[in-house]
């Protein structure tokens, strides 16, 4: 079954412990994106990833890291959480160009306290 | 200006309503254009694709106008599980370009 997975669904955490959300696809696809979702402020793209070792920043990068070692996983990695980067997360991946669709993950609700 | 630009809502609709959404884009060298629907808190599907000669699934309609730069959704004979947030997406240079969303609240 295609997918995209990420892990953990919920996290609470305190500022400044370091996590890290992993995101995997299993359709081969070359492109991965992350993305925050906060009231009022839809989906906002934090990175993005157009293949292996190529990640590009999204429109709200700060306080984030992620890597692409492998196509498959995109993991996404906060150093020192702050209050400000609780937030809904979505992983997202698809081919690249033309009428691709993209799947996303479930979502992870991150609080920071 | 933001690449893709929704009217926010919420579209509060009577049952049976029919409902149109736009939404507007500022690279005019984008290549694909889709609706996704994101229901509370959860992930977004893809409802339908865009193309130039507009996409017609059941009750729902998608056209693209690529002079004017915009793209349009109309429901017809809402459904209370038409419920949902409608969010616009272009692709182009950056693929997955999300509107913020449209929310439909449909009433009984």
């Known amino acids: 079954e295609a997918q995209v997975t990420q892990n953990p669904r919920y996290l609470i955490t305190v500022t400044g412990k370091k996590l890290t959300v992993t995101c995997s696809q299993n359709m081969n696809h070359e492109y991965m994106s992350w993305y925050r979702q906060d009231p009022g402020l839809g989906l906002r793209q934090i990175y993005y990833s157009m293949n292996v070792e190529v990640t590009d920043k999204g429109d709200v990068p700060e306080g984030y890291k992620v890597s692409r070692k492998e196509k498959r996983n995109f993991p996404l990695i906060l150093e020192s959480p702050s209050p400000n980067q609780t937030s809904l997360y979505f992983c997202a991946s698809s081919s690249i160009g033309g009428w691709t669709e993209a799947f996303f993950g479930q979502g992870t609700r991150l609080t920071v306290v | 200006r933001k690449e893709v630009e929704q009217d926010p809502g919420p579209f509060n609709v009577p049952e049976g309503a029919t409902v149109a959404f736009n939404c507007t884009y500022s690279?005019?060298?984008?290549?694909?254009f889709f609706w996704y629907r994101q229901d509370c808190r959860k992930e977004p599907k893809l409802l339908m694709s865009?193309?130039?000669s507009g996409n017609e699934d059941g009750r729902f309609t998608a056209q693209l106008n690529r002079a004017s730069q915009y793209i349009s959704l109309l429901i017809r004979d809402s459904k209370l599980s038409d419920s949902a947030t409608y969010l616009c997406?272009?692709?182009?240079?950056?693929?997955?370009?999300f509107g913020k969303g449209t929310r439909l609240s449909v009433i009984a």
């Open positions: 997406v272009v692709n182009g240079d950056t693929p997955l370009v």
């Open positions: 690279n005019s060298a984008s290549q694909s």
């Open positions: 865009v193309y130039s």
